[in-house]
C-alpha cells in the first residue's frame, strides 16, 4: 500500500512528532514509521511505531478480538454513523453500518465503527438546525484525532447528511457517503400520502373544520409506514440526491428505498470502493470543485428541492473554500426546469422517482445541463457515471420539453429594504397569483405570539395581508427552525383560501410550500430592517423583478432603529448555545460558525503517551 494519505505539512508534523518520540524513524515522502509495519498510511503514525506509543496504540485495541496483521499496513477506515434511538430516520444505520464492515474486510481494510452526536428533525427543539455544527465540529474532531485513513459517512435525516459532509470535508481525508435512503409511501384511503407535505395539509384542513380528530389519526398512523427519511423531496431526500450529484455517494444511490436490499448492496460496495480510494488518495477535495457546487445547485432546481440546501451548500463551500454566493442560487437555474415531478412541487413519491430512473435517470436527462466530467468518488467522471442511463416513465422524470414546471421556476433571491443581503423563495411551491403582491403586513415578534393569534377569529386579518414572523433566525430564536411555512391564520382557511405571502428569518421544511419568503438577512435578532417593520407598513414582494421592500421612508426607518434593541435569546447563556448565537453567521453565509469556515486538515497530533 502506497497511498500518499498525507500533505506536506501534515508529513512534516509527523515526522516532528516521531523524532520527539524517540519513535523509528519517518519517511519524509509518506510521513509515517519506515518500519515493516506498513507504508504510507496515515494510521501507521499510530500502529507501527515499536516503541511505547505503539504498544499502547495496538494493546488496547487487541480487547477487540482483532489479529496480529489488523496492524500491519491495512487502511484503517471510520464509518460515522449517525444512529440513534432519537433519530426515527437514520434507526436502521446500525445495521446498514454491518455491510459497509463486509466490504471494507473483503478488499483488505480495517473497520472501525463509532457514533456521533445524531440530531431528529421531527423531535429536536427547538430545531435540529441548532446542532448541525455541533455534528460538524465532532465528527471533524474525531475523524482528526484517530487513526484513521478513510471515512464512509453513514447519514440521512434533514441535518445529519449536511453535517457529515461539512465535518468530514474540513479534514479531507478519503470520504463516501452513504444516506439511508426514503421510507416507503405513506397510505391513506387508497392514496399515496408524503411525508410533511401531507402533514401540513392534513393539519390545516383539521383547523378549518374540514376533516375530524379522527381523520387525522387514521393519517398520522398509516403515513411513516417503513425506516428511512422524508419521501417526499424534502431537505433529506435533496440533500441525498444532491450530494449524489456533487461526487460524493456512489451512483444511482439516493433514491433507493431505505427498505431496498439494493441499498445493504451499495453499502456493501461502498465498503469496498473507500478501501480502494484510500489506495487513490481520492479526497473530497479533489471533487468539491466550484463546477460540482454548480452541478449541486442545478440539480436541486431540477428536482424542484429544498431551500434548505442553499444553507448547507453555502455553508459546505466555505469550509472547503469554494467560492460560491447566495446569488449563485438564483443565476445558475434561470435556464433550468424542475423535471421531477415530486411533492411538494408535483405528484409523486420518492418510490416512483427510483423506479421511473432515480438520479441517473434525471443526470441523463438533464445531460449538458450539469458539468459531465467532474470526479467522483468512483474515480471516474459524473456523465461516465451516468451515461446512458435510462428513464421508464417520463410522467415522474419528465424530459426537457415537458417540464413540471418551466425554466426559472427554481429558488429565486430578493433583495431590497427589507432584504438588503437577501432573502430566499421557492418557486415551485408558491402560488403564481401571488409571486407580485402588495399588501398590509402584520407583524409578529416570536412564533408563539402569532400562534396563539392564528386561531382568534376576531384577529384583523385578510387574503391579501402579508404575515411577518421575526426573531426565529440563526441568532434569535436560536437555530433558525423550520416555521417560516406559518399555519394560515383559521379565519382565512375557513373562506377556502390556502395561501398567503408569508415573510420570516426563519427556515421552512423541504417537505412544505406556499408563497414563503424564507432566510431574511440580515435576521431581525442581529438588527435587520425585518426588527423595524410594523403592522401596517406596506410591503411589496416582486418574484419576477427579485425585490422585497416595505414602503416606509428611509428617516423613518432610523428613527424605528434608534428605539431598537436586541430581545434575549433563550437558553443562550450555557453551553452549546452560548457559543453558537456568539459565533454564527448569517443565512447568506451557510449559518455555520466563523471560526469553523476553512479545512482544518487531517495533520496527526502529537502524542498521548
Not at 404575515?467 to 441568532?475: A, C, I, S, T
Not at 373562506?495 to 414563503?516: E, F, K, N
Request: aromatic share 6%.
Amino acid at each position: 500500500m502506497s497511498a500518499r494519505n498525507l500533505g506536506k505539512e501534515e508529513r512534516e508534523a509527523a515526522a516532528r512528532a516521531a523524532a520527539d518520540s524517540g519513535a523509528a524513524p519517518v519517511d519524509s515522502a509518506t510521513g509515517v514509521p519506515t518500519s515493516d509495519w506498513g507504508e504510507g498510511l496515515r494510521s501507521q503514525v499510530w500502529f507501527a511505531d515499536p516503541g511505547k506509543t505503539g504498544f499502547m496504540h495496538r494493546s488496547w485495541l487487541r480487547s477487540e478480538g482483532l489479529p496480529d496483521d489488523t496492524f500491519e499496513g491495512r487502511p484503517v477506515i471510520g464509518i460515522a454513523n449517525s444512529w440513534s434511538e432519537l433519530t426515527s430516520c437514520n434507526i436502521h444505520l446500525r445495521a446498514l453500518a454491518e455491510h459497509v464492515k463486509r466490504g471494507i474486510w473483503q478488499a483488505g481494510g480495517v473497520p472501525f465503527e463509532f457514533p456521533t452526536t445524531s440530531a431528529g428533525e421531527p423531535l429536536v427543539r427547538p430545531t435540529a438546525m441548532l446542532l448541525r455544527n455541533l455534528i460538524a465540529m465532532d465528527l471533524e474532531e474525531t475523524l482528526r484525532m484517530n487513526p484513521l485513513d478513510g471515512v464512509i459517512l453513514l447519514a440521512g435525516c434533514d441535518k445529519t447528511t449536511p453535517a457529515y459532509m461539512m465535518g468530514a470535508a474540513s479534514v479531507d481525508l478519503p470520504t463516501l457517503l452513504i444516506t439511508g435512503g426514503p421510507m416507503l409511501n405513506g397510505k391513506y384511503r387508497g392514496t399515496d400520502i408524503g411525508s410533511g407535505t401531507s402533514v401540513w395539509r392534513f393539519t390545516e384542513a383539521y383547523r378549518a373544520g374540514r376533516i375530524s380528530a379522527g381523520d387525522v389519526r387514521e393519517a398520522e398512523a398509516c403515513m411513516a409506514r417503513s425506516q428511512g427519511h422524508c419521501m417526499t423531496m424534502g431537505t433529506a431526500s435533496t440533500m441525498a440526491c444532491v450530494s449524489e450529484y456533487m461526487g460524493l455517494q456512489l451512483p444511482g444511490t439516493a433514491a433507493l428505498g431505505a427498505t431496498d436490499s439494493r441499498r445493504a448492496t451499495a453499502a456493501h460496495l461502498a465498503g469496498r470502493r473507500i478501501v480502494e480510494m484510500v489506495r487513490e488518495d481520492l479526497r473530497p477535495s479533489k471533487f468539491l470543485t466550484r463546477e460540482a457546487f454548480e452541478n449541486g445547485v442545478r440539480a436541486n432546481a431540477a428536482l424542484g428541492g429544498s431551500t434548505n440546501a442553499v444553507i448547507h451548500l453555502l455553508a459546505l463551500a466555505r469550509r472547503v473554500g469554494v467560492e460560491l454566493t447566495l446569488d449563485d442560487f438564483d443565476t445558475l437555474v434561470r435556464d433550468i426546469p424542475v423535471l421531477a415531478d415530486l411533492m411538494p412541487s408535483g405528484r409523486f413519491l420518492m418510490e416512483e422517482f427510483q423506479d421511473a430512473g432515480g438520479t441517473a435517470g434525471l443526470a441523463e436527462t438533464l445531460g449538458d445541463l450539469l458539468h459531465r466530467d467532474t470526479l467522483t468518488v468512483t474515480g471516474r467522471t459524473l456523465g461516465e457515471n451516468y451515461e446512458g442511463a435510462p428513464v421508464w416513465d417520463r410522467e415522474v422524470i419528465r424530459p426537457l420539453d415537458n417540464p413540471v414546471k418551466p425554466v426559472g421556476s427554481g429558488i429565486a433571491v430578493l433583495r431590497g429594504n427589507l432584504a438588503p443581503r437577501g432573502a430566499v423563495i421557492k418557486q415551485s411551491a408558491a402560488a403564481p397569483e401571488l409571486m407580485s403582491h402588495r399588501g398590509r403586513a402584520l407583524v409578529w415578534d416570536s412564533l408563539q405570539d402569532y400562534l396563539a393569534d392564528a386561531d382568534d377569529d376576531s384577529l384583523d386579518v385578510k387574503p391579501d395581508d402579508i404575515l411577518v414572523v421575526r426573531n426565529v433566525g440563526p441568532k434569535g430564536y436560536p437555530g433558525m427552525p423550520e416555521v417560516g411555512n406559518l399555519p394560515l391564520p383559521r379565519k382565512i382557511l375557513e373562506q377556502g383560501i390556502t395561501d398567503m405571502v408569508r415573510i420570516s428569518d426563519a427556515r421552512m421544511s423541504g417537505t412544505s410550500y406556499g408563497t414563503v419568503v424564507l432566510h431574511v438577512v440580515p435576521e431581525a435578532a442581529a438588527g435587520g430592517p425585518l426588527a423595524l417593520v410594523r403592522t401596517g407598513d406596506t410591503i411589496v414582494l416582486d418574484v419576477p423583478g427579485r425585490s422585497l421592500s416595505m414602503e416606509v421612508a428611509d428617516d423613518e426607518l432610523e428613527r424605528r432603529r434608534s428605539h431598537w434593541s436586541p430581545r434575549a435569546v433563550p437558553g443562550s447563556d450555557r453551553g452549546w448555545t452560548w457559543l453558537y448565537t456568539r459565533h454564527v453567521t448569517q443565512a447568506d453565509e451557510g449559518a455555520d460558525l466563523d471560526f469553523l469556515q476553512g479545512r482544518s486538515g487531517a495533520a496527526v497530533g502529537p502524542q498521548a503517551f
